[in-house]
C-alpha cells in the first residue's frame, strides 16, 4: 500500500524567508511524486512532479522540490516567501506498479505574514 | 484550452436520496479521478476511469459509483446518501496515469441533511 505523511499541519513563515513544507512517502515500487497548493475558494493546481533524473525539480511560482529517496522525502521549498504563497498544499505519490491512484497527503496550511 | 468542469457546483441532498455528480475533462485527457475532500479525512481517493474501465477503487463502500461514457466525460453517483457524504467531491483528469499530472475541477459541494 501507498501513503504519504505531511508531519506539520501548519507552516509559518515570515514574507521573504525561506519555506519548507515537509512530505515524506511509501510506495512498492519507484515513486512518482507530486505537488499541488489549493487556493481559498480556488481549486487545487499542480505545481511541480517528480518521476525521475535529477533531484531537485522546479515548478511554478519560484517553488522547487527535493526528492530524497534514501528518506522517502520529497520537502517542498522556496527561497523567498511571498505573502501570496499562503494556500493549503498537497503532496501526491503514485507508484508505477498501481498508476492509476493517487495518495494524497493530509495538506499543510502555509500562512505568510507580512 | 477549457478546464475540467463539474456540475452541478451544489447540492443539498436528504438521507437515503440518491445523487449523480458529472464531471467534464480537458479535451484529449483519458484519465479521470474522483476524491472526497472533508476537513476531517483529507482528499480520499474514490475511483479512477480510462477508456471507460475502472481501473482503481479506493475503500469505499459500494454506495459509491461511477463510470465514464466514450468522450471520457465521467460520473459519479452515492446511492442511499448518509450524513457522513456530505463533502466536497472532486474531478481531476490527466492525459494518462502515472507520470502525468492531474488537473483538478472546481468541485461540488454536497449537503446532506
Known amino acids: 500500500a501507498q501513503s504519504v505523511a505531511q508531519p506539520e499541519d501548519q507552516v509559518n513563515v515570515a514574507e521573504g524567508n525561506p519555506l519548507t513544507v515537509k512530505c515524506t512517502y511509501s510506495?512498492?515500487?519507484?515513486?512518482?511524486l507530486f505537488w499541488y497548493v489549493q487556493y481559498p475558494n480556488r481549486g487545487l493546481q499542480f505545481l511541480l512532479k517528480?518521476?525521475?533524473?535529477?533531484?531537485l525539480v522546479k515548478g511554478s511560482y519560484g517553488f522547487e522540490a527535493e526528492f530524497n529517496k534514501s528518506q522517502t522525502s520529497f520537502h517542498l521549498k522556496k527561497p523567498s516567501a511571498l505573502v501570496s504563497d499562503s494556500a493549503l498544499y498537497f503532496c501526491?505519490?503514485?507508484?508505477?506498479?498501481?498508476?492509476?491512484?493517487?495518495?494524497f497527503g493530509d495538506g499543510t496550511t502555509l500562512t505568510v505574514k507580512p | 484550452k477549457a478546464g475540467v468542469t463539474q456540475t452541478p457546483r451544489y447540492l443539498i441532498k436528504t438521507r437515503g436520496q440518491q445523487v449523480t455528480l458529472s464531471c467534464s475533462p480537458i479535451s484529449g485527457h483519458r484519465s479521470v479521478s474522483w476524491y472526497q475532500q472533508t476537513p476531517g479525512q483529507g482528499l480520499q481517493f474514490l475511483f479512477e476511469?480510462?477508456?471507460?474501465?475502472?481501473?482503481n477503487k479506493g475503500n469505499f463502500p459500494g454506495r459509491f459509483s461511477g463510470r465514464q461514457f466514450s468522450n471520457s466525460r465521467s460520473e459519479m453517483n452515492v446511492s442511499t446518501l448518509e450524513l457522513g457524504d456530505s463533502a466536497l467531491y472532486l474531478c481531476?483528469?490527466?492525459?494518462?496515469?502515472?507520470?502525468?499530472?492531474?488537473?483538478f475541477g472546481p468541485g461540488t459541494r454536497l449537503t446532506v441533511t
Open positions: 510506495v512498492s515500487g519507484n515513486p512518482y
Open positions: 501526491a505519490v503514485r507508484d508505477n506498479t498501481n498508476a492509476g491512484k493517487s495518495t
Open positions: 476511469y480510462f477508456s471507460e474501465t475502472q481501473r
Open positions: 517528480y518521476i525521475t533524473g535529477d533531484n
Open positions: 481531476a483528469s490527466s492525459y494518462g496515469t502515472g507520470t502525468n499530472e492531474q488537473y
